[in-house]
């Protein structure tokens, strides 16, 4: 194995660029190498692990580091299977300074030993964009006709769109490309707004790569399999099939994937109506959830994608097929709930029509998905005007009436023009610099109150996300970066204190992943298995571990949290805890200290809880 990290360092304003070396056992992948370059240089870096182009399944992730545009400090981000064609560059990263000077295409080949060949083309990206079928996808097709005829093989476009141009949370989108044809399983880089950086930064809009060049993968699979045995009992494809179930089918529930399992198993824990479900009572949410998911929305989604098999990977060969497709639209769980019940809609055609538009934007589908859902509640309750925000009508968030498919549809054609309008920055709404400064200047001209409803996770002066879509108290941690899953979001009460804790270990074990180029999917064994597998190829599974802890108290070390700004977000933890004491019985001691003290005083009580949380991380994201 090859004992150096290879950096290709392109200078987008020069054109310039050089690899540059860099000693495993100093740096051990993609997010260690990632921080150091990003506070030298503040790049914008995207690599593999040590293990790409390996037997090991889940391990062609691409990672994106860098000082995050939307989150305000360094982050994480990173996509499925597009490390595959990486790999053929020879390369473990490339990093980008500098600013182009026209809009541009990165292209990047590497045709068998030959030198990499690093080219910017420049592109009239707003005329690409507005071409059908629009957006990243016009640019992709573009980017391919175009330079696609130049690679030996199959190559990888990585494209932005118009969210990159018109906020701070622009994702980067992929798909994997198959007999010379584009797939519609796009794969996306959404968290963190690498988009934004991408494009206001460098001045770049696309990024076309691929070879042929061959390393020294590690394929020995008599070696991998003996090592499974040893460890599980279990070959690898055993093994791995078995920690994939949630993503591929899983028997006990009849479905498969996340929307299916989680759709399934969250009962009165569903949120809905920009969270406002979390003030019905229980017996509602659970009618909510039995007539709107169980009886439509899941229905619809296991007989058009369970039932017919129709899953595909995210380009890199793999039995979780986790990509579960219904024609062109790929259903996740988590832009299918932003866009989904938080937006008040339970309808597959709806849903597809509004997250197909945001993707199409480049939106991270996330984030722009609880924007979406806080301004339809403004909206509907009279708070905000259609006109102020350059759109027609409003949506029905009332449950009084309320029409499964027509409703749905209703307010996913307002979901749809508020993105139109957040583009081209109608009205009011100019989200350049974020959601959050928007929301605050809103609330400084009609009051705190339509900020209020406001659901996100603060970070420095700017900072935001829209926290995972999960009703538990990990999902607003303060910690040093979130909208990930580098918290824990188990359903279950934890003290605060050992919240903390308990997030600061699942950070590390996170981290481990993604600085080996991992996808968390097989996490059930890779967690355990990948510093023995370091430890056999390189001989330095304890180095390995101590930077683990190095790599996450430096990331901790920029730790700028801000406490809950908006009331709702409270309210998310105090009906949280309400509902563990009064709906499922449960009798801790300190859940239910914590129930008196919310009911004593809410704000208090949750400026303390979120503290306790701080200290837990603070004490166990330490070099030492």
Not at 554 to 581: C, P
């Amino acid at each position: 194995m090859d004992e150096n990290l290879k950096v290709l360092m392109i200078d987008a304003q020069s054109s310039f660029y050089r690899v540059d070396r860099y000693k495993v056992g100093e740096f051990f992948g993609p997010v260690d190498l990632g921080l150091f370059l990003s506070g030298k240089y503040n790049s914008l870096n995207i690599g593999t692990g040590l293990l790409a182009g390996s037997i090991f399944p889940g391990s062609n992730r691409l990672i994106f580091t860098g000082f995050s545009p939307a989150w305000g400090g360094f982050y994480v981000s990173s996509m499925g299977g597009a490390g595959l064609v990486f790999d053929n560059l020879g390369i473990n990263m490339f990093s980008i300074v500098g600013r182009a000077s026209t809009p541009s295409v990165l292209y990047l080949n590497r045709i068998h030993g030959e030198e990499i060949q690093v080219e910017l083309y420049p592109i009239n990206v707003k005329k690409i964009w507005s071409s059908e079928p629009g957006g990243i996808y016009s640019l992709m097709e573009y980017v391919y006709n175009q330079f696609g005829g130049k690679y030996l093989t199959d190559p990888r476009i990585l494209a932005t769109g118009p969210a990159a141009d018109a906020t701070n949370f622009g994702g980067i989108a992929s798909c994997p490309i198959e007999n010379k044809k584009l797939t519609p399983v796009d794969t996306w880089a959404g968290r963190g707004g690498f988009g934004s950086k991408l494009v206001k930064e460098h001045n770049i809009y696309a990024i076309i790569y691929g070879g042929t060049y061959i390393d020294e993968d590690f394929r020995d699979k008599k070696v991998v399999d003996q090592w499974f045995v040893n460890k599980y009992q279990k070959k690898m494809a055993a093994k791995d099939i078995e920690a994939t179930t949630k993503y591929r089918f899983d028997p006990k529930f009849q479905t498969g994937g996340t929307f299916g399992v989680n759709y399934y198993t969250m009962g009165g824990r569903l949120l809905a109506f920009n969270y406002k479900s979390l003030y019905m009572s229980e017996d509602d949410r659970v009618k909510l959830h039995k007539d709107f998911i169980l009886n439509h929305y899941l229905k619809q989604f296991n007989e058009e994608t369970i039932i017919p098999k129709k899953q595909k990977t995210c380009g890199e060969p793999c039995v979780a097929v986790c990509k579960k497709m219904n024609g062109i639209y790929k259903k996740d769980y988590e832009p299918y709930q932003t866009m989904g019940p938080l937006s008040g809609i339970f309808d597959q055609r709806a849903a597809e029509k509004l997250v197909h538009h945001a993707d199409m934007y480049g939106f991270d589908a996330i984030s722009v998905g609880g924007v979406i859902s806080w301004l339809m509640e403004n909206l509907a309750e009279g708070k905000i005007n259609p006109e102020e925000l350059g759109i027609s009508k409003k949506p029905i968030f009332d449950l009084k009436n309320f029409d499964v498919i027509e409703t749905s549809m209703h307010n996913a054609s307002v979901g749809i023009e508020i993105l139109d309008a957040i583009i081209e920055k109608r009205g009011i709404l100019d989200l350049s610099n974020g959601a959050r400064q928007f929301a605050k200047n809103l609330a400084r001209k009609k009051g705190k109150e339509v900020f209020d409803s406001f659901v996100y996770v603060a970070f420095a002066r700017r900072g935001w996300v829209v926290p995972n879509q999960y009703w538990t108290p990990g999902t607003l941690s303060p910690m040093p970066i979130m909208g990930k899953y580098y918290m824990y979001y188990g359903p279950d009460f934890l003290p605060p204190r050992e919240l903390g804790r308990v997030n600061a270990e699942r950070f590390k074990k996170e981290i481990i992943l993604d600085n080996i180029g991992m996808c968390r999917f097989h996490r059930g064994w890779a967690e355990d298995m990948m510093p023995d597998v370091i430890e056999s190829l390189y001989g330095l599974k304890d180095r390995f571990l101590e930077s683990i802890n190095i790599l996450t108290s430096r990331i901790n070390s920029r730790n700028a949290s801000v406490f809950w700004e908006s009331a709702r977000t409270i309210d998310f933890l105090y009906e949280f805890i309400r509902r563990k004491v009064e709906v499922e019985g449960n009798k801790d001691k300190e859940l239910l200290s914590w129930f008196d003290a919310f009911n004593h005083d809410k704000n208090e009580a949750a400026l303390s809880f979120w503290y306790e949380i701080h200290k837990g991380i603070q004490e166990s994201l330490r070099e030492f």
